[in-house]
């Protein structure tokens, strides 16, 4: 096969999310599986973690995509409804909404059919949620609101992964003090959260990245924590080129060979969802053995240096990230986070599910 293939391991699923389940054994777990499973496919990321107790997306379309499938487990949708419509829909396919503006509470007060509601406080995320003063408001016309069928409360960690603690244990300290004395079920966590605050884990725990078997705080932690990646996704090598030294490769000849080397052309690029920003560097494997991409990414192609790679041919396997290459490793490369590298991989990419 000639074209990139995205492994996604089913076993690697369940062991990561029994990980979150040995970390908050007493938390229910929301599975976050918005924006395609982060690339993993919603629908069969969301059957391979039944033993979740639900799952959070971002938009009607992801949940309507799940129920469409049969999925009968709670849905919550993480930024709510925008209108009346999309409410109509919310409460007819039995999803939980997260509030998080007054917009939204008239809404509900307008509504017609009973929902269950996350109400959302900002502690210092400053993007969605009742600041801390407009909080008692909200409560007060949620409360009176005959379509809110029970309530929760939540708030979103803004620099849970960082070193300095500082901004999260404020925003923690802030949310006790809010909710406490109030009779809801609360939800801090998220995956860095639930990793590095024990204190968030409260009734509910948000684990997404963590999930995917990728560490949200960068490098080689997630084998650490025991997580295993669940995407690998690899690219086979087209032809093997002899470049002499001083010569350049690929477009714009931003990369020049310092000796006689050999050059792996492997069939993978942007159009596929490889970041046309990685640098030259960026590691590889080409065979389980390491390797470095040279000279900027095409659209269907990146060239790689197998000088020192026994045995690198064409039919040669290379893979981008996943077994043997956390993501983590590689997003720098790109100036960017890991997030995003499975996230943008697109359909040109051949996907496999395998279990184990």
């Known amino acids: 096969m000639s074209a990139p293939l995205a492994t996604i391991d089913h076993a690697a699923l369940r062991h990561n999310l029994g990980v979150v389940r040995r970390l908050a054994p007493r938390s229910r777990v929301l599975a976050i599986v918005k924006a395609d499973a982060y690339g993993h496919g919603i629908v069969s990321t ?68 009973a929902c269950e509601v996350w109400l959302k406080v900002d502690t210092g995320m400053n993007r969605l949620g009742f600041r801390s003063e407009e909080l008692g408001a909200a409560l007060e016309r949620i ?11 939540m708030t979103h960690l803004a620099a849970a992964e960082e070193a300095d603690r500082t901004s999260s244990v404020r925003q923690i ?21 639930l ?3 024990p204190e968030t884990r409260l009734d509910w725990v948000r684990p997404g990245l963590m999930l995917y078997g990728i560490s949200p705080m960068g490098e080689d932690s997630a084998r650490d924590l025991g997580l295993r990646p669940v995407m690998t996704l690899t690219a086979p090598l087209i032809a093997v080129r002899y470049v002499k030294a001083g010569e350049t490769v ?14 792996g052309i492997a069939a993978i690029g942007y159009g596929d969802g490889y970041p046309r920003g ?17 000279g900027r990414v095409s659209m269907d192609t990146i060239a790689v240096d197998v000088t020192h790679v026994h045995g690198a041919r064409v039919g040669s396997q290379v893979t981008l990230w996943g077994r043997g290459l956390p993501v983590e490793r590689v997003a720098p490369f790109a100036d960017t986070i890991a997030y995003e590298l499975v996230c943008r991989v697109n359909e040109r990419v051949t996907v496999a599910r395998v279990d184990g």
């Open 46 to 113: 969301a059957r391979t973690l039944a033993d979740a107790d639900g799952y959070g997306v971002a938009r009607l379309s992801e949940a309507l995509a799940l129920r469409g499938c049969g999925i009968r487990h709670r849905i919550v949708l993480l930024e709510g409804v925008t209108d009346a419509e999309q409410l109509r829909a919310a409460a007819e396919h039995n999803l939980d909404l997260v509030v998080h503006s007054f917009e939204q509470v008239t809404l509900l007060e307008r509504g017609q059919r």
């Open 143 to 153: 409360a009176r609101c005959s379509t809110v069928r029970s309530l929760r409360l």
């Open 173 to 193: 300290e802030t949310f006790q003090r809010l909710t406490a004395g109030l009779a809801f079920e609360r939800s801090i966590a998220n995956s860095a959260g």
């Open 195 to 197: 990793i590095r605050y």
């Open 250 to 263: 690929g477009y714009g000849g931003i990369w020049r060979a310092e000796q006689d080397s050999r050059i």
């Open 278 to 294: 990685m640098r030259s560097g960026a590691p590889v494997l080409v065979d389980g053995q390491p390797a470095r991409i040279v």
